[in-house]
Antibody, heavy 116, light 112 residues
């Protein structure tokens, strides 16, 4: 059974940083592309970043480019999202998902609140 | 960016009746490999999204056969042949062909 378990969310002040983690199990993590998708309170889904399974190629939506960094540790079956220079508009539930063009399974999400 | 426009925003349906959700993209979604990366997701209240349909019309494992996807080019449709109470929630289309990947705004299915 595929499981994706996000952690690392919380309350942070504007301009602050957070690092999200996603522990994966139940599939061959190292060969899968992985993605982060967020959902602001009461809003729809927004793709924000993806990383290739077999190599370092990464992709970002313009609104987070230069502030967020996606990475992975295939030895730990873990996906990361380093978020810097956080803004109030980054407040959302952040989901980890496997896949890229064919996003398939989603984690339960972790809430990030950016507020003073 | 490719804009995904869903309609209607809200869809009240009588139990046992059919429902149809439209998704239109601002550009064609055929990728260079010949595939059309148009996916549909269901998000029940308080839950994470769940993929129902991938590449326009392929139903995921465990998804009831009352769900079907169709379409081509820029016009796509998700149909529920007979709505059940467990189908209440938000439905999103998503294109995986062009960067950035984009989602439709969502359609809320509710029971009349």
């Amino acid at each position: 059974e595929v499981q994706l378990l996000e952690s690392g969310g919380g309350l942070v002040q504007p301009g602050g940083s957070l690092r999200l983690s996603c522990a994966a199990s139940g599939f061959n993590f190292r060969i899968y592309d992985m993605s982060w998708v967020r959902q602001a309170p009461g809003q729809g889904l927004e793709w924000i970043s993806s990383i290739r399974g077999g190599g370092p190629e990464t992709f970002y939506v313009d609104s987070v480019k230069g502030r967020f960094t996606i990475s992975r540790d295939n030895s730990k079956n873990t996906l990361y999202l380093q978020m810097n220079s956080l803004r109030s508009e980054d407040t959302a539930v952040y989901y980890c998902a496997n896949g890229l063009r064919l996003i398939e399974f989603w984690g339960q999400g972790t809430l990030v609140t950016v507020s003073s | 960016d490719v804009v995904m426009t869903q309609s209607p925003l809200s869809l009240p349906v009588t139990l046992g009746q059919p429902a149809s959700i439209s998704c239109r993209s601002s550009q064609g979604l055929v990728y260079s490999d010949g595939n059309t990366y148009l996916n549909w997701f269901q998000q029940r209240p308080g839950q994470s999204p769940r993929r129902l349909i991938y590449k326009v019309s392929n139903r995921d494992s465990g998804v009831p056969d009352r769900f079907s996807g169709s379409g081509s080019g820029t016009d796509f449709t998700l149909k529920i042949s007979r709505v059940e109470a467990e189908d209440v929630g938000l439905y999103y289309c998503m294109q995986g062909t062009h960067w950035p990947l984009t989602f439709g705004g969502g359609t809320k299915v509710e029971i009349k």
